[in-house]
């Protein structure tokens, strides 16, 4: 049975992603140290309804199934927690009674401070994002350099690595003709905020690794995701992702839903014509999934632009605005002033069929997908708190 090891497994895609392959027969080990659940607590942002521990996830999800999924609770920053997970016979106390007998076939690396505007709340959380991300980063490449080669490993990266630029944005690479001759090197990259930087510097720490020790790397560069239920979690409600909608931790699709259900004017940041790539969670699982099937090849860093459509933010909200209004909601729509510093109209041109070519079949942002989200939503709408809608976290 293939061995599937997922860092950051307690998070909004790591946990779906965690029961997609253990429903498909592979031998999955999660492990998380709760960073993103513990933040959410200590900023008061809340979650949409309550999510049982990890533990206590995988045992439901055992009880349901009869499938194991391994649950180690420890930090990743601690290189030996990391390298525990490659060298074989585990020391650890957390881990001695798992079964897990290291050595993965793939490791998915989601142990990351996902949020840009966390970053950027102050010099603390900043210090936060870039310590935990890069030591995380660093140490998975040591273990795996040290013990496992044949690892293949699979790392979220993100679109907001290549920024806005005025030319169009390929897979990961571009080839640059300079004074009469051709060199492909890394697209240009120009991160829009201290999460989206740790995240290029992810790129060339495994890029580093790639060259010197012919690591098998795939890239994902992931755009906004938004959605709830993936095919898994209709096995038992409590299996739910965590969702967030506040500022910090909400990205704009999931917050929009939220907005439209509770009255809450949607929040377009300044003049919304800020374009991204989007992609529902259910294409995270197909793309994670796909990539691992077809793994690269050893001393290759290979990139998937991982989005299935384009929008800009005022598409986004005009969208929810016409199912918010069929459905009966007094949807309005928002204009504030911009808390972070982004074009707010540009060229945006990105490349995406890498995935789609190795066999992945994506779910569009329609009206019917929107006005599921907002049914499922609407079933928690007296728990939604306002207040952590907005608060404005300047750049
Ligand atoms: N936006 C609004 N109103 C809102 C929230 C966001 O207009 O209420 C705008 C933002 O200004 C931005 C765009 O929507 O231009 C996307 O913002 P977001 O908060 O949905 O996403 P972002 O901060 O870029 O980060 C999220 C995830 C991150 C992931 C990234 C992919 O938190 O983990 O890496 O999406 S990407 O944006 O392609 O880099």
Known sequence: MSHVLILGGDGYLGWPTAMHFSARGYDVTVVDNY????????IDVGMLYPIPTLMERAKIWHERTGKEIKVLIGDLQEPEVMRSLFSGPLSYSWAVNSGFTGMPDTVIHYAEQPSAPYSLMDYKRADITITNNLRVTNNLMFAVRDYSRDTHIIKLGTMGEYGTPNIDIEEGWLEIEHNGRKGKFLFPRQAGSIYHTTKVMDTDLMWFGVRMWDLKVTDLMQGPVYGIETEEMKVDPRLKTLFNYDEVFGTIVNRFIVQAVCGYPLTVYGKGGQTRGYLNIKDTLQCVHKSEQSPANSGELRIFNQIMETFSANELAEKVHAVGCDLGYDVKINHIDNPRKE?????????????????????????????????????YKQSIRTDVIFKGIKW
């Open 343 to 379: 074009a707010e109209e540009h060229y945006y041109n990105p490349a995406y069929q890498g995935l789609i070519e190795i066999g992945v079949e994506p779910h569009y942002l329609t009206d019917e997908v929107i006005s599921e989200l907002m049914n499922l939503v609407a079933q």
């Open 35 to 42: 960073m993103r659940r513990n933040a959410c607590v200590e």
